[in-house]
C-alpha cells in the first residue's frame, strides 16, 4: 500500500496550480466546517495539516476518495471509469478551452509534449468545432474577406 504522505514521482510533481474563485469559496466553507469539527472533537482531534480529514482530524481512509468517486460517477450519470482517469478528463478539458501547450504542461506536470497524445482525447465538440472553422475559412463570402 502507497503511504499517502510519499513524496511526489517527480520535482514536476511540486508545483502551484491556480483554482477557480468558486472553488476557493468552497475551499473555505470547507475549512470553516472542519473548524467548527476541530472545536466539537476538542482533546480527540488529532492534527494532521490535511485538508480533508476525519471528523476527528484523522487522515482519511484511501478507499474512502474511491467510494465517493464511485458514488459521484452513478449521480453524473456518466461512464464509470477509475479515479486516475480523471486525469484524462482534466487534460482534455484543457484541451477544449483551448489552453496553451506548455501551460497545459506544466498545470499537469508533464515533462515533455508526448504526454498530450498520452491524455488528451479528440472529442466530437473539437472536431465538429474544427470542421466549421475550416468551413468558415474555405466559404467565406467576398463580403465576410
Not at 474511491?66 to 480523471?86: F, I, M, S, T
Not at 484541451?95 to 498520452?118: D, K, P
Request: charged share 30%; no cysteine.
Amino acid at each position: 500500500m502507497r503511504d499517502e504522505t510519499a513524496g511526489t514521482k517527480s520535482a514536476a510533481g511540486k508545483r502551484g496550480i491556480g483554482l477557480p474563485d468558486e472553488l476557493v469559496k468552497l475551499l473555505k466553507l470547507h475549512r470553516a466546517e472542519q473548524d467548527r469539527e476541530r472545536d466539537k472533537a476538542a482533546d480527540l482531534w488529532t492534527e494532521t495539516g490535511y485538508v480533508f480529514t476525519t471528523p476527528i482530524g484523522a487522515p482519511l481512509n484511501p478507499r474512502s476518495d474511491y467510494d465517493e468517486w464511485k458514488r459521484l460517477v452513478e449521480v453524473a450519470k456518466v461512464p464509470d471509469g477509475r479515479l486516475y482517469d480523471a486525469r484524462h478528463t482534466a487534460a482534455t478539458v484543457l484541451l477544449l478551452l483551448g489552453v496553451a501547450e506548455r501551460t497545459v504542461m506544466g498545470i499537469m506536470g508533464w515533462s515533455n509534449t508526448a504526454m498530450a497524445a498520452r491524455y488528451q482525447h479528440i472529442t466530437a465538440a473539437i472536431r465538429r468545432d474544427v470542421a466549421q472553422r475550416v468551413g468558415g475559412l474555405l466559404w467565406r463570402t467576398a463580403e465576410e474577406s
